[in-house]
């Protein structure tokens, strides 16, 4: 069973930064391309990144380019999400999930564990 738990979600200001991590259990973490997504109230679960299993590709929504970024350290079986310039529209729960494929995609039918979520607002 893969666990993934989220956390460092918070209220921000716009026009500020965050970093969400991830945390995965298993021994085969490096195995499995990572993807964040989130959900905003009222809206469809869209994706916001992902990374491939070695950290060297990595891919992002149009919305949060330039702005976000994904790594991961799989020393310490972890994802990370750098969010800068946060604006209003950002608000959301953002999860984490691990891939089923070698391949790093973008729809969430590729992605097979699922984290719980963590809430992150952003403020004027």
């Known amino acids: 069973q893969v666990q993934l738990v989220e956390s460092g979600g918070r209220l921000v200001q716009a026009g500020g930064s965050l970093r969400v991590s991830c945390a995965a259990s298993?021994?085969?973490?490096?195995?499995?391309?990572m993807g964040w997504f989130r959900q905003a109230p009222g809206k469809e679960r869209e994706f916001v990144a992902a990374i491939g299993r070695s950290g060297d590709s990595t891919y992002y929504a149009d919305s949060v380019k330039g702005r976000f970024t994904i790594s991961r350290d799989n020393a310490k079986n972890t994802v990370y999400l750098q969010m800068n310039s946060l604006k209003l529209a950002d608000t959301a729960v953002y999860y984490c999930?691990?891939?089923?494929?070698?391949?790093?995609?973008?729809?969430?039918?590729?992605?097979?564990?699922w984290g719980q979520g963590t809430q992150v607002t952003v403020a004027s």
């Open positions: 298993g021994r085969t973490f490096s195995s499995w391309p």
């Open positions: 999930a691990a891939g089923q494929f070698i391949a790093v995609f973008t729809s969430q039918r590729a992605y097979r564990y």
